[in-house]
Structures are given as structure tokens and as C-alpha cells.
């Protein structure tokens, strides 16, 4: 679901196993110790997993991906379910206990779609994306889904056109300076800036009846590369589907906190707030074009300006639309492959892996080219057991459907089994596209240390070193100034992002405090048939993986987590990488407030000294701003004292580890660490509050949250940010204690663990 074409910044991750190289800065010296394990079982475990990591296949990725994205399989169609039958046989055949479990979710799809430029030209819009003779899948129109936005509400309204750039609050914001108002008008949004179903959310906020979002060649098309088919980037015809449903809630819009198992209650779809309150149209930029030219009024600011050959004007009018969509409001049922290989010892302690399986129309990359390396792990890993490897936890692969709408197939499964999960699950890796370039890795980050260990064992298939010191240099490279270089090139370990919600890992983390990983290759691979026809088969082996190396690496490093964490006999949470993190966080939360702040009052200054009607154009006159109540100063101290409590019991936990590490582990062999084990992987439901998130309760926990007003994008200790963003000074503060609570029953569930395993390395357990 999530667009790499977003992902602006590269982040990427960890260090050199790679024996014949010569050591570099940054590096640190390769390690036989894995971390959990005795000096004994590390070894056998090196064993399996080099033994697994033999095995996938890239003709194996390019075969699955042939087969399954050779028809259109969204959420509804034939070959959705024909893949999903597909995989549980294959899982079946590999050895797995596997099954299909059905959800009845909301899903519509276009009925009736319709743009026309009334005035002062005549033109109507295509809608449409042209077959390419040489891709022989872009012409199954019977099939396709026309290009639309899910969950649209239906609408037949004409108005005045407005651009919007973006359309964004900050964007907003711009318009309000300049006096134009998108009252009663049809905004025209560019795709970018936040997730897409933001834009119709803010522009109904501001009163506009319609909203129209196209791609600009500026982000995806003719100004990053050449253009489908010569090139991989975003043709003239080219359209971005998508959802657009509002930020309450993931998955299905009618069973919000409950599984939409057949036959389960629902909301009447009016009552469902996740609808858009205004109708959308995505279109392409040969739509946009006649549309954009004809819109008149004040020029753009520079950083609004698109790439096509015309002059960027606001408006509103003199370009006047009507747009009609409506849709066939149905309910459709869902596949969700499950699969599971029983655990030998800990079968009560599941390690989760998965990966959606329906697309938008195709969808090779997205998401075929994550969901067949998930394929492959789970071929290899039955192979590796049939040669007599027995994971002590229990492995759950998932081939989820229906993210594309709304993450909904992996939300209904958690919801659905939510008891069982916050008692059993260890955590949950998740991919989706994939493609050539540098590993990236977001996640949780009392797994971070584990994730640069599993980094750092993984070969990338184009160069004679590990994937982590690919990226790590990478890092470097693009590190904006000495003291960020500095960090990257002195810390133990490269820093994870943390998880917004582009994918199905969202509900793991932010509804159930599991803690959640997501791993994919990028920077390198072809982008820009994001939720177009054009993502197919054909694309991808032209222009991203094409020797589906990549696609081995993903499966490579994500099998070998899940092994680790499956077999290992302490399991490998570690809270000083977390503790550092949290006060990265506490601090920018500080500076947020001293820059608004300060901005304030640089405004009020200016305000009163005359600067902004002084400087306005009369013949195109900004807006003075009102004064602003400056700010008020905030208690950060309970954050600080309780990210400090947190720092000192992962300093005490790490302590213990290192004891009960020595002499090989020895300590670890003789004790009982079920109880211990079950009480780490709980820490990340501390992090949940039941109360949830002001105005968003099902979002419930403290440090990560997708953002109410940037979608995709990660708000960090949300419920201090958004407030302090929003200016709702009463509500950061009551954050403040809120996040500062959690982060004490943290920093106490790690010290009563410190305090475990202290007794398990005095021999007295
Ligand atoms: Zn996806």
C-alpha cells in the first residue's frame, strides 16, 4: 500500500560479516555470539539458518509473480481467491497446517464516474488507462478496476475549480493568507504531501463540495525519468487508485473493534465515519492538464508548482467541473491464507510473518514482489524442517487480503483472535513492495539491536558486503551534517524508523501493542505504476527486480529473523536502543514547542511593526495574520523523569544479559525462561493505553501512531505531538502524564525482568 515514491529520505540499516573485507570505518568486528542464545544452540542454529538461507530461489519469485499477478486480483475478483486457494495448497505442499479464513467486508467499486470542464473550455475526462501493446496484461479491461478512490461517498457536484497543491493544512494555511477561500468549490489536489485520503478530509474541512487528485510528472512522471513504457516512471494515462477513508480506524469501515467474521454485526455504511464527506476522483495528468490550464486567478507560490507546461494558478474559477462518482456500495468476501509450523517447546509463543495478497489491479510489486519472498521463506523453512529442524515457538505465515482497501484483512484476523494474540504473539514482520537497492527497516525498537544483527548476516546479491554496511554507508553518504555523520558512523547500532501505517503491520502495533517490524529493499528499483495497470508483471522484470536478487535478500532477512526469534532461548528484546530513542523523541518534543513558540512571537513582532503591510503586493495582497496567543510553557518533566527510569532498568537489563551471557550462556542453559520470555515480548503492550488516542480510541498506543492529519506517516508520542501541533495546549499536557505513565510501567516490567534473570545468572532459578 505504501508508495516508495513517498519515502523521500532512504532510510536504511546495519554491519560486515563479509570475511575478506577490510574493516572499515563504523564497523564493528564480526560476532559469533548471537544474542539469546547459548554458545551451543548459536551454533546449531547458524547451522539451519545457513541452510535456509540456500535455498530460495529467484526463478521460484519470478514464477509465483508470473502466476499471480497474471490476471487483476483486488479484493472481489476471481483471481483473488484463486490466489489464495493457490498459496494454501503450495503452504500445504511445503508442510505447513494451513488454512483460509473469510471475512464479509465493505468494498465498493465504481458505478458511475464522470469529469467534465463546463466552463470556460469544454473537455471530458478519459478515466481511462490505454492497453501497451507490449505489456501483455494491460489490456484486461473486463477485469480491471477503473481508476477511483475506495470509500469515496457518492456525489453529482459542479463548482469552480480550485488548485490546492497538495493539500495539506499547511497548504490550507497558504490559501487563507492569500484570501482564497475553497467554499463551495471543487478542489484539485496533487497526489504527495500525506496520504491521499487526508486531502478530501482537509478540503471538506474547509468547505469545498468536491475533490480531484491527480499525479503530477513532477513526483512520478516525465520530471524523474522516462516515462511507461521506455521508462518506468508514471505516463500521461497512468492513474493512482487508492483508498481514501478517514484516520479513526483500520479495516473494514462497519466493524470498527470487532472482526467482520460472516454474519458479524455492522454499522449502517452512513454511520460509518471512515466515508469521505465530499466525493474524490483520482485522474492522471493528461486528465489534469486541459483542468489545471484552464484555472485562473493568483500564480502559485514556487514550491507549488507541478512539472507540466503550464502556468500553476490557484483560481478559484474561472474553470468551473462537474464531477459525479458513485459506486456499487457491496459486500465482498475476503482470503486470508494462514499457515503454521508448530513450535517444539514454547508452542504457546507464536513469531508472526506476513505480507498482503491482493492488489489493485496486478500489482507485481505491489504486492507481489513482498508476498513472494514471504512464499519462498515458507517453502524454505518447510524444506529446512523436513530435514529435522524444529523451531522452539510456533511460526505463523500470513498472506493477508484486502490491505489495499484499508489493511482490512490483517485487522479483522487480529481482531478477531486479539485475546489470543496479546497473549501469545512475539511480534510480527511484515513486507510488501520490494525492489532493488538498500535494506530499510522500521519497526519497534526494543527490536532494533536484533534487526542490525539479522542485518548484518545477510550478503547483498550485487556487492561483496552485507546488506547493513550497504546501508550504513548509505547513511552516511546522506547524512545532512558532521554531527549526524558522526552518529551514524559511532553507534553500535543504525538506528530503525519508526511505523507509521502504509501496511499491514499497523494493527499489530498501534491497536494491539505487538511489537511489529517492516522490512523491504529499495532506492534502486524502478518506481512511479504505483496503483496503476502499469504495475504488472511486464514492469517489474523491465524495470525494478529483474533478477528477483532483491526479492531473495527480503526472504532471506526476514526467514532468518524469524528463525532467530523462534528458536531463541532468551528471547532477544533489548530496551537501551529503545531508551535512546524515547529521548530522541522527548526531545523533539520540547523543540517542537519552543519553535512554535518562537515563531509566535516573531509573527506578533512583525505583525505589529508593520512588516506585512508593508511588504504585500497591492496588486496581489497577502492577508496580515491575526495575533496569536503565544504558546504556553509545558512540564516536560514527568516525560524526562520517566524516559530517564526507562534508560536506567535497560541499562540494568542489558547488565543482566551480559552476566547470563558468559562463559557461553551457560546460566541460560540450566534455566526455565518460558515465564521470563512471555513478560518481554508483553512490554510493547505497556506502551497501550485502553483509552487510545484523543479522537482516535482504537489507535491505543503511546509512542507510534499514524498521523490524524499526515496518514502514512509516523506522529511519535502522538498524543503529546498532534496536541502541541494543533495547538491544543491542555491536551499536550494531559499527554505528557499520559505517555510518561507508560513509559513507567516499561521501565518497571524491565527491571522486574533485570531482576529475573539476575537470579538466573546467580545460578538461583
Ligand atoms: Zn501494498
Not at 526463478?59 to 499471480?68: A, K, P
Not at 522452539?392 to 484499508?406: L, Q, V
Not at 530499510?440 to 525498537?445: A, E, K, L, M
Not at 559511532?490 to 505487538?514: E, K, P, Q, T, V
Request: charged fraction near 25%.
Amino acid at each position: 500500500m505504501k508508495s516508495l515514491a513517498m519515502l523521500a529520505c532512504v532510510v536504511a540499516f546495519s554491519l560486515s560479516l563479509w570475511p575478506f573485507q577490510q574493516h572499515k570505518v563504523g564497523e564493528k568486528l564480526p560476532s559469533t555470539a548471537l544474542q539469546g542464545f547459548t554458545a551451543s544452540a548459536a551454533q546449531s542454529e547458524r547451522d539451519w539458518e545457513n541452510r535456509f538461507r540456500a535455498i530460495p530461489s529467484p526463478d521460484n519469485l519470478r514464477e509465483y509473480m508470473r502466476l499471480m499477478s497474471s490476471h487483476p486480483h483486488h479484493v472481489g475478483s476471481p483471481w483473488d481467491q484463486k490466489n489464495a486457494e493457490w498459496m494454501l495448497a503450495k503452504f500445504k505442499e511445503w508442510g505447513w497446517d494451513a488454512h483460509i479464513e473469510n471475512f464479509d467486508v465493505l468494498f465498493p467499486t465504481p458505478k458511475e464516474r464522470h469529469l467534465e470542464l463546463l466552463e470556460p473550455t469544454k473537455f471530458i475526462a478519459k478515466l481511462e488507462e490505454p492497453p501497451i501493446p507490449d505489456d501483455p496484461t494491460s489490456n484486461q479491461q473486463a477485469e480491471q478496476l477503473p481508476p477511483y478512490n475506495a470509500y469515496s461517498i457518492d456525489g453529482d457536484v459542479t463548482g469552480p475549480l480550485v488548485y490546492v497543491n497538495y493539500g495539506t493544512r499547511d497548504d490550507y494555511e497558504q490559501l487563507e493568507k492569500f484570501g482564497i477561500s475553497v467554499k463551495g468549490a471543487i478542489v484539485i489536489a496533487r497526489y504527495g504531501g500525506s496520504w491521499r485520503g487526508i486531502k478530501p478530509k482537509v478540503a471538506a474541512e474547509h468547505g469545498a463540495i468536491g475533490c480531484i487528485i491527480y499525479s503530477d510528472p513532477a513526483d512520478d512522471g516525465f520530471a524523474q525519468g522516462d516515462t511507461y513504457p521506455q521508462g518506468s516512471w508514471r505516463n500521461k494515462d497512468a492513474v493512482q487508485r487508492g483508498a481514501v477513508t478517514d484516520t479513526y480506524y483500520a479495516g473494514d469501515p462497519l466493524t470498527p473493534g470487532w472482526g467482520s467474521v460472516p454474519g458479524a454485526k455492522r454499522l449502517d455504511i452512513k454511520d460509518s465515519p471512515l466515508i469521505t464527506k465530499i466525493p474524490v476522483l483520482p485522474i492522471s495528468y493528461g486528465d489534469a492538464q486541459p483542468l489545471l490550464a484552464a484555472i485562473r486567478g493568483r500564480d502559485v507560490p514556487q514550491h507549488w508548482r507541478g512539472a507540466l507546461p503550464i502556468t500553476y494558478r490557484i483560481g478559484p474559477g474561472p474553470a468551473k467541473v462537474h464531477l459525479v462518482a458513485k459506486f456499487n456500495w457491496d459486500i465482498q468476501r475476503l482470503y486470508d491464507v494462514i499457515a503454521k509450523l508448530p513450535g517444539a517447546d514454547s508452542a504457546d509463543q507464536w513469531v508472526i510473518r506476513g505480507n498482503h495478497h491482493d492488489a489493485w489491479v496486478n500489482g507485481a510489486s505491489d504486492p507481489l514482489s513482498g508476498m513472494v519472498a514471504v512464499l519462498e521463506e515458507a517453502r524454505a523453512l518447510g524444506e529446512i524442517y523436513k530435514q529435522g529442524w524444529r523451531p522452539k515457538r510456533t511460526i505463523i505465515y500470513a498472506a493477508w487480503d484486502g490491505e489495499e482497501p484499508g489493511l482490512i484483512g490483517s485487522t479483522e484476523w487480529l481482531e478477531t483472535h486479539l485475546d489470543d494474540l496479546q497473549q501469545h504473539a512475539v511480534a510480527y514482520i511484515n513486507s510488501d513492495n520490494t525492489t532493488r537497492g538498500y535494506l530499510r527497516v522500521s519497526g519497534s525498537h526494543s527490536l532494533e539491536r536484533f534487526l542490525n544483527g539479522v542485518a548484518r548476516d545477510i550478503d547483498d546479491p550485487e556487492k561483496r558486503m552485507s546488506v547493513w554496511q550497504r546501508a550504513h554507508s548509505l547513511r552516511i553518504a546522506d547524512a545532512g551534517n558532521a554531527d549526524a555523520r558522526d552518529e551514524v558512523r559511532h553507534r553500535a547500532d543504525m538506528r530503525i524508523r519508526a511505523l507509521g501505517d502504509g501496511s499491514d503491520y499497523a494493527s499489530f502495533l498501534d491497536h494491539a501493542g505487538i511489537a511489529a517490524v517492516d522490512l523491504r529493499f529499495g532506492g534502486e528499483g524502478g518506481e512511479g505504476q504505483y496503483h496503476s495497470i502499469y504495475d504488472d508483471f511486464y514492469w517489474y522484470t523491465h524495470f525494478s527486480d529483474t533478477k528477483f536478487v532483491y526479492g531473495r535478500a527480503l526472504a532471506q532477512t526476514a526467514g532468518t529473523a524469524i528463525m532467530r526469534l523462534a528458536d531463541a532461548e532468551l528471547l532477544p528484546f533489548e530496551f537501551t536502543d529503545q531508551a535512546d530513542t524515547i529521548k530522541t523523541y522527548v526531545k523533539e518534543l520540547e523543540k517542537l514547542l519552543k519553535t512554535e513558540q518562537d515563531e509566535v512571537k516573531e509573527r506578533n513582532q512583525e505583525v505589529d511593526e508593520g512588516v506585512y503591510e508593508a511588504i504585500s503586493d497591492p496588486q496581489k495582497p497577502t492577508e496580515v495574520p491575526a495575533h496569536k496567543d503565544l504558546p504556553p510553557f509545558i512540564n516536560f518533566a514527568p516525560l524526562e523523569n520517566s524516559a530517564e527510569a526507562l534508560s536506567e532498568a535497560a541499562k540494568r537489563y542489558d547488565n543482566a544479559v551480559k552476566k547470563v551471557s558468559g562463559n557461553g550462556g551457560a546460566a541460560l542453559a540450566n534455566a526455565s525462561l518460558h515465564e521470563l520470555n512471555a513478560r518481554l515480548y508483553k512490554t510493547e503492550r505497556l506502551f497501550l493505553n485502553e483509552k487510545g488516542l484523543p479522537g482516535r480510541p482504537w489507535f491505543k498506543h503511546q509512542i507510534y501512531a499514524p498521523g490524524a492529519y499526515t496518514g502514512y506517516a509516523v506522529k511519535t508520542m502522538p498524543a503529546v505531538r498532534e496536541a502541541l501541533e494543533q495547538a491544543k495546549w491542555n491536551e499536550a499536557d494531559e499527554g505528557v502524564y499520559t505517555v510518561a505513565k507508560t513509559l513507567n510501567l516499561e521501565a518497571a516490567r524491565i527491571n522486574e525482568a533485570a531482576s529475573e534473570l539476575e537470579k538466573v545468572a546467580g545460578g538461583q532459578k
